[in-house]
């Protein structure tokens, strides 16, 4: 049972373009989200959060939406820079209590010069 | 202030064998997590300790893993007689409190397990 969910395998976006990144929860219980950025041979690099009660947490070029009602969230990078090329992981935790956090199954991401 | 530190970052092992996997957390973290990512999947929740106890091991499989955090050392998760399957890349992180917005999990550069 996928809890979270990626459901682009992989996205291809042009240098300078924005990519918007994708995730899909179906566990009402989840109150915080976590994307985490990967490069091969790595171990995950924490990008942004947002917990429940917001709807928006935005850091340099990075911002997370979260859509409580329809149980998703993105993450958009804008502008796009080759080193953001990495596959991208959502997470997901129920807080107070429940450390485990709940990842998807990632989206390789390839920023074309 | 030196990261999540896990080796062997690669260990072959012979089916049957033990494999031990060693993560020191950050410095000041009493909270680790192992979590295993299979080729093509993402990383599945394992076990989260705390230092001498294990608090949550609901990910971990019932028969052949363990994993302890020691008042002293690194954590280890032990693979007791290994098998195909177990060939995962096994991340470790860390935390210096319980998880929410302002404190988040710092992980490893992993160690990939080969079974042959």
């Known amino acids: 049972d996928q809890q979270v969910k990626q459901n682009s395998p992989s996205l291809s976006v042009q240098e300078g373009r924005i990519s918007i990144l994708n995730c899909d929860y179906t566990?009402?219980?989840?109150?915080?989200f976590l994307w985490y950025k990967k490069y091969p041979a790595e171990g995950p690099t924490f990008l942004i959060s947002?917990?429940?009660?917001?709807d928006k947490n935005e850091d340099g070029r990075f911002t997370v939406f979260l859509n409580k009602s329809a149980k998703h969230l993105s993450l958009h990078i804008v502008p796009s820079q080759p080193g953001d090329s990495a596959v991208y992981f959502c997470?997901?935790?129920?807080?107070?209590?429940?450390?485990?956090?709940?990842f998807g199954t990632g989206t390789r991401l390839t920023i074309i010069p | 202030n030196a990261g999540v530190m896990q080796n062997p970052r690669h260990l072959v092992r012979r089916r049957g064998q033990e494999a031990r996997l060693r993560c020191s957390p950050m410095?000041?973290?009493?909270?680790v997590y192992w979590y295993r990512q299979l080729p093509e999947e993402g990383l599945k929740f394992m076990v989260y300790?705390?230092?001498?106890?294990?608090?949550?091991e609901s990910g971990m499989p019932k028969e052949r893993f363990s994993a302890e955090f020691p008042k002293e050392g690194p954590s280890i998760l032990r693979i007791q007689q290994v098998v195909r399957g177990d060939s995962a890349a096994y991340f470790c992180?860390?935390?210096?409190?319980?998880?929410?917005?302002?404190?988040?999990?710092?992980f490893g550069q992993g160690t990939r397990l080969t079974v042959v």
């Open positions: 992180a860390s935390s210096p409190y319980l998880l929410g917005p302002g404190t988040e999990a710092f």
């Open positions: 566990n009402s219980m989840f109150d915080y």
């Open positions: 947002i917990s429940s009660i917001k």
């Open positions: 997470a997901a935790s129920a807080l107070g209590g429940n450390e485990k956090l709940t």
């Open positions: 410095k000041g973290h009493s909270h």
């Open positions: 300790l705390q230092k001498e106890n294990i608090i949550d």
